[in-house]
């Protein structure tokens, strides 16, 4: 069936770098964006970032921009979201999700998210 | 980046009852205007997009309307399965956000 499936959960030191992955499956992983949401211990969700799976294009939030770095292996049809020198504030849900179309960007399908604590 | 904020963040409801939760954004969105239903432990689910357009398979007692900065979610007649958060996230300019949320509780 469509979904997406994430890799399991990470326990980091701060300064570390933790590189999560989000594997699809029952659709064209090519044919749509892969974005990544975070969502931190009892808050809101927080756009990070996108990538086109076909192009291997990147776009991510500025909050981000320098620490994030998203790649995919379409050979596998899995996308990656890697985030460096963490610290504290990066304990949080990672969840990756697809959106409705190539040119839509609220989203339908989600994987069931990676819980990245980041503790020393 | 376009803020969206929710009101109220928290409110107490029984079954059967209407509930209204408001969005409103920063700057205009027009309609570009998608809201999400959370349950403890799962991952967000998409119940309507473009402000008013039910995502299928959501029931119809979830009814959304606005345009512009302001936008309003209601429940028509709440399902104990309604308990949740609900998030509102604007998709008209990058980055794209969400709200903080409206957790609706049983009173």
């Known amino acids: 069936q469509v979904q997406l499936v994430q890799s399991g959960a990470e326990v980091k030191k701060p300064g570390a770098s933790v590189k999560v992955s989000c594997k699809a499956s029952g659709y064209t992983f090519t044919g749509y964006y892969l974005h990544w949401v975070r969502q931190a211990p009892g808050q809101g969700l927080e756009w990070m970032g996108r990538i086109n799976p076909y192009s291997g294009d990147t776009y991510y939030a500025q909050k981000f921009q320098g620490r994030v770095t998203m790649t995919r292996d379409t050979s596998i049809s899995t996308a990656y979201m890697e985030l460096n020198r963490l610290t504290s504030y990066d304990t949080a849900v990672y969840y990756c999700?697809?959106?409705?179309?190539?040119?839509?960007?609220?989203?339908?399908?989600w994987g069931r998210g990676t819980l990245v604590t980041v503790s020393s | 980046d376009i803020q969206m904020t929710h009101s109220p963040s928290s409110l107490s409801a029984s079954v059967g009852d209407r509930v209204t939760i408001t969005c409103r954004a920063s700057?205009?969105?027009?309609?570009?205007l998608a809201w999400y239903q959370q349950k403890p432990g799962k991952a967000p689910k998409l119940l309507l997009y473009?402000?008013?357009r039910l995502e299928s398979g959501v029931p119809s007692r979830f009814i959304g309307s606005g345009s512009g900065t302001d936008f309003t979610l209601t429940i028509s007649s709440l399902q104990p399965e309604d308990f949740a958060t609900y998030y509102c996230?604007?998709?008209?300019?990058?980055?794209?956000?969400f709200g903080q949320g409206t957790k609706v509780e049983i009173q």
């Open positions: 996230q604007q998709y008209y300019g990058t980055p794209w956000t």
């Open positions: 473009a402000a008013f």
């Open positions: 999700a697809r959106p409705t179309s190539m040119v839509r960007s609220y989203f339908d399908l």
């Open positions: 700057q205009v969105i027009s309609n570009s």
